[in-house]
């Protein structure tokens, strides 16, 4: 009896515990896209090059002040696990990983304060998952597993 009621209560907070977890996951849909709908998109949107273009013409793209496209998760995921893994990671830090201490060149454009920039750079961080700054060959096959960015 004892035994059944522990059984039935342990059964209980593993479950609770799951679906708080499940509720907290940071997802492209439900949290990335909207910021960065609000904070990159003017310059990373539609109608900004695919990495591959703007890779063929970056001084062009920087003086016209396009970065490449980040309009769609497959097409962000390019900046975090794919050809250019980490490059999301090395703009948007606020110093705290970086080599000179400085803050990546994207971390500004996080929101107007303080706050803001941090409660948005959590959320990416917590999202990526394994907030790595290195560039795509450094990463061992496991620290890129570690990325886990979820679409949903
Ligand atoms: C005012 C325009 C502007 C805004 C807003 C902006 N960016 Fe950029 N971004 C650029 C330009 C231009 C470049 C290319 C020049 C450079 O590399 O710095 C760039 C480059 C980047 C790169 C590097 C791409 C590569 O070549 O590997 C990343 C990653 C990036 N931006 C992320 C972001 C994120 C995330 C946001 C929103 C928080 C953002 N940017 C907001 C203009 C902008």
């Known amino acids: 009896m004892v035994r059944s009621i522990f059984a039935s209560l342990v059964i209980i907070f593993v479950s609770a515990s799951y679906s708080l977890a499940a509720g907290d996951t940071v997802t492209y849909e439900k949290d990335i896209k909207k910021i960065l709908g609000e904070k990159c998109m003017c310059c990373h949107g539609a109608g900004s090059p695919l990495m591959e273009e703007f890779d063929k013409n970056k001084d062009g793209f920087k003086k016209k002040i396009t970065g490449p496209r980040f309009d ?16 999301l990671m090395r703009r948007l830090d606020d ?10 060149n994207m971390f500004q454009n996080l929101g107007c304060s303080a706050e803001e920039r941090a409660a948005n750079l959590g959320k990416i961080k917590k999202w990526v998952g394994s907030w790595n ?13 570690a990325i886990t960015a979820p679409e949903r």
């Open 133 to 145: 700054l290195k560039k795509r060959k450094e990463l061992a096959e496991d620290e890129l597993k």
């Open 72 to 87: 769609t998760y497959s097409n962000l995921m390019v900046v975090v696990n794919g050809s250019d893994a980490g490059a």
């Open 95 to 104: 110093g705290e990983n970086t080599k000179d201490g400085m803050p990546g």
